[in-house]
């Protein structure tokens, strides 16, 4: 995972808005990537690196809030500033409740555009990051064994190690022995740790 130079995607059939964006953002040193339609946009290779996607709402084929709805479908996660010179109300919270970022109606401020891309970037930063410490914790998780992830679930919901000892059918020197791989393995330096790493695992078995 990259967390060099962010990258904004613009979507927009406008070639003089394209033109427009390309020498605003790359003014305040932001990597941009230029596409016409929202085809072109999924059959691109796209850098890993945190990002945001400007895109207007009315575009050939595919619109814009359509596209929205096969990012989520396919799974990408990339934060959207909706841009409209047609934009309503209905619209708006159409895209919003669909999790867009923004929705600036043209002509906008460069600056609100630029505070809006800024913002959005961030927040796909802390999503990468976050993916990235989830995927990190549940490595650790598959390499406990059956009996140490029993002992783990008890250990987060709060058991002390005779309760375990009773639950599991285990000596109380078995179970010291199992919880101290746990923490180890797990590299939790404290109870209240483990449970933030089993949070992040969500429901018991799935990692």
């Known amino acids: 995972m990259s967390e060099d130079r962010a990258v904004v995607f613009v979507v927009d ?18 990597d941009v990537r230029l596409f016409s339609s929202a085809q072109e946009f999924m059959h691109a290779s ?18 814009g809030l359509a596209f929205q709805q096969e990012l989520v479908k396919s799974g990408v996660a990339i934060p959207v500033i909706f841009i409209t010179g ?13 999790g867009a970022a923004e929705f600036l109606t043209k002509p906008f ?28 914790v549940q490595g650790r998780y598959r390499t406990l064994t059956e009996r140490e992830r029993e002992v783990m679930k008890l250990v987060v919901a709060g058991r002390v190690n005779k309760q375990i000892s009773a639950e599991l059918g285990l000596s109380l020197v078995t179970v010291k022995v ?7 393995k797990m590299l939790a330096r404290s109870v209240a740790e483990l ?5 992040r695992l969500g429901p018991p078995d799935t990692a």
């Open 13 to 30: 059939d406008d070639p003089s808005m394209q033109r427009s964006l390309d020498t605003l953002l790359r003014s305040v040193g932001l």
């Open 46 to 63: 796209r850098p890993d690196a945190p990002g945001c996607l400007v895109l207007d709402v009315r575009l050939p084929g595919m619109s």
């Open 86 to 98: 047609h934009g309503d109300v209905p619209m708006t919270v159409r895209a919003m409740k669909a």
């Open 109 to 136: 401020d460069d600056q609100v555009l630029l505070d809006a891309i800024h913002a959005a970037i961030e927040r796909d930063r802390a999503r990468r990051r976050d993916t990235a410490g989830r995927t990190e």
């Open 178 to 184: 199992h919880r101290g791989q746990v923490m180890r």
């Open 195 to 199: 449970v933030r790493m089993a949070d």
